[in-house]
């Protein structure tokens, strides 16, 4: 979206925001919630957020989701070579290492979890939004702004503090991550080829060992489903440490993101907001382009309204760090 239509976009004066609903939104939003509770000197340096699907009953997700997932294999290298292809971006400076590469299956005491890489467009929306960033350290003006918008924009925008992201999936045992594994082995070996897609989207209960089907989930299913999107983000109590030599992140803060099931009930909240947002607030956003939602609605009352509808956003803990 962004290659083919954003300088149409500007031209045109037409505002796109990619991305809009789950997980995108809450990863955006969870990341920025986690980034502001680091209160200077202190600094993050790397979010590493996980994902947990709970339910009273079984967890089912819409056939659509699936079909996304697998057709999203059958087009990752054209994906990797249009990225390639575009220019760099600016890249934030960060304090300290990256994300640790530590084990394929991750046990995370603190919030309950077994947990496994999820390779999702997170970790892209996120890095776009932070370039984004870089490049407009108060964020982007509005077209018709007020000037109270403005401050409260720069206000926001200073309290934000880049780090280094990631997204996991996790499940409280370590069979669910298992599952998690073979499906994924499924869909990213049967999705690189027209048989094995049909395969795929032909049987999708099969293939997902129940996660998915093609009526999807029944009311009751909805109903009892819920979402956690953990926070963990590691970092130092004062930055100028790491000038100093010290490269070991002595603080942790734990802030959490959750609310009803995804499908059905989270994505259409998200989504609806982010439209009445757009519309009721056309002034103090951009005059045009295509964004993440990140970038154009932090500053916003978004992730008020989201609040208001279901969607929590909670710090759980501060703590210290042992050397």
């Not at 499908?263 to 757009?278: D, E, K, R, S, W």
């Amino acid at each position: 979206m962004e290659a083919e239509y954003h300088e149409k976009a500007v031209e045109k004066g037409s505002l796109v925001v990619s991305a809009c609903g789950f997980d995108s939104v809450p990863a955006e939003l969870g990341l920025l919630f986690n980034s502001r509770q680091w209160v200077p000197p202190a600094a993050p340096s790397s979010i590493q957020a996980y994902l947990s699907l709970e339910s009273e009953k079984r967890v089912v997700g819409n056939f659509g989701t699936f079909e996304s997932a697998v057709l999203g294999v059958a087009n990752a290298d054209k994906l990797v070579e249009l990225r390639r292809s575009r220019p760099r971006r600016a890249r934030p400076t960060i304090p300290g290492p990256g994300l640790p590469k530590g084990p394929i299956i991750e046990h995370q005491k603190k919030i309950g979890l077994w947990a496994v890489k999820l390779p999702s467009a997170d970790s892209i929306v996120v890095r776009r939004t932070l370039a984004i960033l870089t490049e407009n350290p108060y964020g982007l003006p509005g077209v018709n702004e007020s000037d109270k918008h403005g401050m409260e924009r720069k206000n926001f925008w200073s309290t934000v503090k880049p780090a280094h992201f990631g997204v996991k999936l996790g499940s409280k045992s370590l069979l669910g991550v298992f599952r998690f594994i073979i499906v994924g082995i499924f869909i990213g070996l049967l999705g690189k080829t027209a048989f094995g897609r049909w395969l795929l989207l032909k049987f999708p209960s099969v293939f997902s060992l129940g996660w998915f089907r093609k009526n999807g989930p029944t009311e009751d299913e909805v109903a009892s489903a819920t979402f956690k999107m953990w926070f963990i983000g590691r970092g130092f109590s004062d930055s100028s440490l790491v000038s100093q030599g010290k490269i070991k992140p002595d603080m942790e803060i734990i802030t959490r993101v959750m609310g009803p099931e995804i499908g059905y009930l989270t994505t259409p909240i998200i989504l609806l907001q982010c439209a009445i947002v757009l519309l009721a607030q056309r002034g103090n956003l951009p005059n045009g382009g295509v964004f993440t939602p990140g970038i154009l609605f932090g500053a916003t009352d978004l992730q008020e309204r989201l609040q208001e509808n279901g969607i929590s956003f909670d710090v759980i803990s501060k703590s210290t760090l042992s050397s």
